[in-house]
């Protein structure tokens, strides 16, 4: 996969994500914050942020729905991108795009990356948010994304649930790293290994940590009891892809999430959350992965199936719904 090397785009494989054949996850490298204070230089303001998203990559859909979760829609522009066939990395599904805060008109989002910072070495990731006064990278790092989308924007948005709240921070942050390490890393892993040694070891882990899920989801209704958390927000992306995507492309064939009784009711239960159906679109994503361009080297021919209807009834309205 190509990157930037001294601001200029190369397909030299130099930032190599893959360890004695075992896939491994890059730590990502814009990681400044944006504050309602404004201390850190990055004021949460309507209007001035740009999220660049694809609904292919389940690292930038957790962003992209945060962003409906917490009524930033209106605040904080979305920019869809998809993987371009002449290895250029991600392109605007909308054809040559104008950089917010400039008349500068690129082609491709690494074009932005190495304008927001000239000379830069990096991946060129989604998400990644630009900020549009200072013309620079805020953050490609989903995670901290989220949580400044969840608490920093609250003067320019509606009310909204808070899903981090003090008191059951520990155990997000446990069960964010049994999502980041089980299920996150081990789909990689499934995928994008290259010995079947690394292979075997992350399909293990995967199987095992779903085994576990549906176990403690039997029990409560969503990850972190009876609310629900970012935890839950961080775990969808991958439950809505496992069949259609996963089982077939990343070789996750040992059982479907249809297969979990437990797991397959809660991932229908969270896509009836008011917003949620429409950044789910789970026909683009397939035909995104499984084009040539896609992730894990497939023909451009995508699978038809399998039918999954998100839309019928589940059963997670049995555990007590918190007031």
Request: charged share 25%.
């Amino acid at each position: 996969m190509g990157h930037l090397l001294n601001g200029a785009w190369t397909h030299d494989d130099v930032l190599v994500e893959n360890a004695n054949g075992l896939y491994v996850k890059k730590p990502s490298r814009f990681r400044n914050r944006i504050a309602a204070d404004g201390s850190s230089g990055y004021p949460a303001e309507a209007g001035r942020y740009v999220l660049y998203s694809s609904v292919s990559c389940p690292w930038a859909h957790r962003t992209a729905i945060f962003r409906v979760l917490k009524k930033l829609e209106g605040a904080i522009e979305l920019v869809d991108t998809e993987q371009s066939p002449d290895r250029q990395g991600w392109a605007f599904v909308d054809g040559p795009h104008t950089v917010p805060g400039t008349d500068r008109r690129v082609n491709y989002l690494h074009e932005i990356y190495a304008l927001g910072e000239p000379g830069c070495t990096t991946r060129v990731t989604v998400p990644m948010l630009w900020d549009s006064t200072t013309g620079t990278v805020v953050s490609n790092e989903s995670s901290e994304i989220v949580r400044m989308f969840n608490t920093e924007f609250a003067a320019v948005a509606e009310p909204t649930p808070d899903y981090y709240p003090p008191a059951l921070r520990d155990e997000i942050d446990a069960m964010n790293q049994r999502v980041l390490t089980g299920i996150n890393n081990a789909v990689n892993g499934c995928g994008r290994s290259s010995t079947q040694e690394a292979y075997e070891r992350s399909l293990d882990l995967l199987f095992s940590t779903l085994d576990a899920f549906d176990e403690l989801l039997s029990r409560q209704r969503y990850l972190c009891g009876d609310v629900q958390t970012e935890a839950d927000w961080r775990f969808y992306p991958n439950l809505i892809r496992f069949d259609p995507i996963y089982y077939v492309g990343y070789k996750c064939n040992l059982r479907r999430l249809e297969d979990y009784r437990h797991l397959s009711n809660y991932l229908r239960d969270l896509y009836r959350t008011p917003g949620i159906d429409g950044v789910s679109d789970v026909a683009s994503m397939k035909r995104q992965v499984f084009s040539p361009a896609g992730p894990i080297g497939a023909n451009g021919i995508v699978p038809r199936g399998p039918v999954v209807d998100l839309t019928r009834p589940h059963d997670r309205d049995r555990f007590a719904i918190a007031a």
